[in-house]
């Protein structure tokens, strides 16, 4: 998390029900819903209702390139992005998706992405978060258990 050896304290879950093949932004109240001081962002699609479907990869929403830029420019503690949907990218909208990852990994202010998390059983923003990445030489992702204090 680039010198930031910090606990995830202020963790925070927006619900935002998705379509197939959607490419998320949010709105100006849901950006402004979320508290200044998120370090962790739950974004909470519904996608994993279809987990066990071919949609679930197939047809997955994916992360705009802007929607980095919507949550740097308000959210300057916010480190790490999460949902429920199997990738940044959207298998229909595959460069998109690329220039989705360079903008979240690549920019001066990185925020890392965790995707395919199983969110059923979470409506509510979490008290704290404990990330445990698998860590892998030369490695660009991994693996990572995150359990969550309600």
Sequence with gaps: MKNKKSSI???FLIHKA????????LSKSELESIPIETDFLILKTDFFKIRDSKKYWNNNPGLSPKLYHQLADRLKKLRVIGGDYISVSSYQNRELGRIAHREFLASDNPILLVEDMDLSKINISPKQIFCFPLLINKS???????IAQL
């Design 9 to 11: 304290k202020n963790p």
């Design 18 to 25: 998705c379509e197939e093949d959607e490419i998320i932004t």
């Design 140 to 146: 660009d992702g991994a693996p990572v258990t995150i």
